[in-house]
């Protein structure tokens, strides 16, 4: 090989070098700018799709309201959306019946547990060790300018900009998601839209296998908060606990979240029964136990037979993201946004890209013979 080839070869492995690390560059510099956007946009996207939960339910229900009543789709939708709305107020002044009649006798007990504990931090002498640290940090702090009225005015303020914004969010999803229920086919034809014309078929699919998904499972969620929320304050009414129905709500809400809202709605309910004593405190823990015992792993599995299942570390694996990325909101949402994309991997990539056979989330075992017969 004489010089000029030689150089040629340098020049073409040079540039073939310089264009293998601009390609490099150009999808590490995209993967960062979607990273950022979707960081930036989580919280609106998050509750778009928590609209679409909204539609998907409202949907079913008109569905069910149609079959026993033959009304127009508007209508169903109307009168669904009306008496859910009478159902939420009433469980509001409910609530707040409840907390106006227990609140007396909630504070007595609140200050003579304020008081044993107290009582039992002198004997150990621990007060006069947390004064005498509380003492020193105020020492070190003492160039601060903030006032106890100053640190709980912002604390008031904080909490209520809270508020403001959870009502805000929730007024927004709820107005969204009736819009999406009125006519969810002028929303879908226009996401279809965007796709080529030649694909719009196989989008349609996805997009209906997808919103049938999230259906039955919010179907079976449904039944479960529902047998959570009643069996809860059932119990806490029986072994005397105030607020059994603001309790039991709570934990029927939070059963929406698979593993980690059975364990934080058992805190509010725990922290309730403490003023009574150890005893009650061990009733309740064991009540939520059993009970959520009873839903992950008797009635949870019977309903997803019919409905959908998830593996629970992949389902956890994306609560954690939801977390890292949006919060509380984010960790909520995480179920319906993993079975969203189980079913367009599942059909978009195994059933389109690969040509193997799909296992919905939806699919029921098959048996060995059976799966043999379909891989042959």
Known sequence: MDTSDHENATRMSLSAFWRRSLVVSACALAVLTIAWFAQTVAHAALLIFAAFLVAVGLDGLARLTQRIIPWGRHTAVVITTSVLALVLGFSIAIGAINIASQAPKLKTQVAQSIDKLQSKLDQYQITEHLLDGSLLSSQQASDRPDTLGEQLTSELSNAASVTLTTLTDTFVILIIGVYLALQPALYRDGLMRLFPPTQRDRAKDIANEATDAVRRW??????????????????????????????????????????????????????????????????????????????????????????????????????????????????????????????????????????????????LAKPDTEAEADRS
């Open 218 to 363: 919010l179907t079976g969620r449904v039944v479960s908060m529902s047998v959570v929320a009643v069996a809860s304050a059932a119990g806490l009414a029986v072994i005397g606990i105030p607020f059994a129905f603001l309790l039991g709500l709570s934990a029927g809400l939070l059963t929406f979240i698979p593993y980690l809202g059975a364990l934080v709605s058992a805190v509010p309910a725990l922290l309730v029964a403490g003023l009574h004593g150890y005893w009650p405190m061990i009733y309740v823990g064991s009540l939520y136990i059993g009970l959520h015992i009873i839903e992950g792993y008797l009635l949870a599995p019977l309903i997803q037979k019919r409905a959908v299942s998830i593996a629970p570390g992949f389902l956890l694996s994306v609560q954690v993201l939801g977390g890292a990325v949006a919060g509380v909101l984010g960790v909520a949402l995480a179920t319906p946004i993993a079975l969203v994309i189980a079913v367009v991997v599942q059909l978009a990539y195994i059933r389109d890209v690969i040509g193997e056979t799909p296992h919905l989330p939806g699919d």
